[in-house]
């Protein structure tokens, strides 16, 4: 790789796609490398993964040291710890712990258990999990990656929590939520007793719902339609609950429950709430919107205002009769 002295960088062809205008530029002063054309983003430690494919242990004991501190943020790197450790989250957060956003959009290091190294990530949404009295138990981030095999920009949601590893040392780290995983929106549960609650898919829905309407308590939950039965429903126990899915088959499944190919009936957050006591469930009937459609690109997108994106849902308001715990559902039950 030939590189050109540009400032205090250097530019080249980037050697992760094939190009023929350098876009890709080593910054030794910050020790990363960025390629403009792709998006590949790496620290030494990484670039050097990548370029051999060496694991991340190796890339450290190619530096020449046991220990490696980043040029770039000053992050101490433990290069033995086996990939295997497990890292306990600490729900809530510690009022001492770091805050999670650096500067220039970035945030600070943050430890993924599974790849044994450290990371930094520029998100594009960042939303913080509550308990009912406020308390901070972690974050989902929302960053855009580029796939450097088709160009094409995916949306990656990771679950953030500070965490203990077995020698006493915290961080935060790339790692779920303990099962039963918190729902988003517990704060506003607790402090709306008596208010109806309505249930969307995703951490940008949540947000943009609760906005439009206050007289809601509006919750959602992590890991998207995959992660339904993994959260705590048990404070919906006694509310009034409205679902509102996405345009989509995924979403339809998330709220209702479905049958997979071995004949097994899965459960979805109709059937869920209704375990824990819910007083009433309905949903909103999102069918003939565009595929993938919410309620935040009716609001945000398309430009409804609150009153018609309301007015619209009222008259696709289907009552659930939801089956029981253990059932099949029949014909027109969820």
């Excluded at 050109?4 to 190009?19: D, I, S």
């Excluded at 205008?21 to 020790?31: D, H, L, R």
């Excluded at 203990?164 to 007793?193: E, I, T």
């Excluded at 679902?243 to 499944?253: E, R």
Aim: aromatic share 8%; net charge neutral; hydrophobic share 40%.
């Amino acid at each position: 790789m030939q590189l050109r002295k540009q400032g205090r960088e250097y530019a080249g062809l980037c050697p992760f796609h094939a190009e023929n205008s350098p876009s890709f530029t080593v910054n030794p002063g910050k020790g990363f490398v960025h390629c403009f054309g792709c998006g590949a983003h790496h620290d030494v430690i990484g670039f050097l993964m990548h370029i051999t494919g060496c694991d991340f242990k190796e890339a450290c004991v190619q530096l020449g040291a046991r220990e490696f501190s980043s040029a770039r943020d000053g992050v101490r790197i433990e290069v033995e710890e086996p990939l295997d450790v497990t890292w306990v989250p600490l729900m809530p957060v510690p009022e001492d712990a770091p805050e999670i956003m650096s500067t220039g959009g970035w945030t600070v290091p943050i430890w993924n258990p599974k790849r044994g190294r450290v990371t930094r990530l520029k998100p594009t949404r960042l939303d913080a999990y509550r308990d009912a009295s406020g308390e901070l138990l972690g974050y989902v981030l929302r960053a855009d990656i580029v796939d450097c095999a088709t160009g094409k920009t995916k949306k990656w949601t990771p679950q953030v929590t500070w965490c203990v590893g077995p020698d006493g040392k915290r961080q935060w780290c790339l790692q779920h939520f303990p099962r039963p995983r918190p729902l988003l929106g517990l704060d506003a549960l607790a402090a709306r007793p008596q208010a109806p609650v309505l249930v969307v898919e995703g951490e940008k829905c949540r947000a943009a719902g609760a906005d439009a309407w206050p007289q809601y308590a509006v919750i959602s939950w992590p890991g998207g339609s995959h992660g339904v039965t993994k959260a705590d429903w048990s404070p919906l126990a006694g509310r009034d609950v409205v679902l509102w899915p996405d345009a989509d088959a995924a979403g339809d499944k998330a709220m209702r429950g479905w049958s997979n190919d071995g004949g097994a009936y899965q459960p979805g957050i109709a059937q869920l709430a209704a375990r824990v006591g819910a007083r009433s469930i309905r949903m909103i009937d999102t069918a003939g919107r565009p595929h993938g459609w919410d309620v935040a690109d009716a609001l945000e997108v398309e430009g409804w205002t609150p009153r018609q994106l309301a007015a619209w849902a009222a008259g696709r308001v289907i009552e659930l009769n939801v089956v029981r715990p253990g059932a099949q559902p029949s014909a027109g039950q969820a």
